[in-house]
């Protein structure tokens, strides 16, 4: 199970942090990835972390989000900084082994002046 929580209303150029705890399993061998969906547009990707600790972001946020994870306290961030009003999204946790995928119930986060 993946619960997230770190979500809000924030203004433009302000910082969040998301968590995403992990229950039940084991985030050793997991690539953890976080997910947004904006009002009728699809589901994108925002940064992933393997296990390897490799790291991919997209490029919209490229620069302003940094992901990180701790295994032994199975736990997930995501770093937000200098949000814009277009990161209003509802967030995802996203857990990945082989053909496991896992998904958390997401955290609304809504930049706005």
């Known amino acids: 199970q993946l619960v997230e929580s770190g979500g809000g209303l924030v203004q433009p150029g302000g910082s969040l942090r998301l968590s995403c705890v992990v229950s039940?399993?084991?985030?050793?061998?997991?690539?953890i990835a976080w997910f947004r969906q904006a009002p009728g547009k699809e589901r994108e990707l925002v940064a992933r972390?393997?296990?390897?600790?490799?790291?991919d972001y997209s490029d919209s946020v490229q620069g302003r989000f940094t992901i990180s994870r701790d295994n032994a306290k199975k736990e997930v961030y995501l770093q937000m900084n200098n949000l814009k009003p277009e990161d209003t999204a509802v967030y995802y946790c996203?857990?990945?082994?082989?053909?496991?995928?896992?998904w958390g119930q997401g955290t609304q986060v809504t930049v706005t002046s």
């Open positions: 996203n857990a990945v082994l082989e053909t496991r995928s896992i």
């Open positions: 972390v393997r296990a390897n600790q490799r790291l």
């Open positions: 039940g399993f084991s985030l050793d061998y997991y690539a």
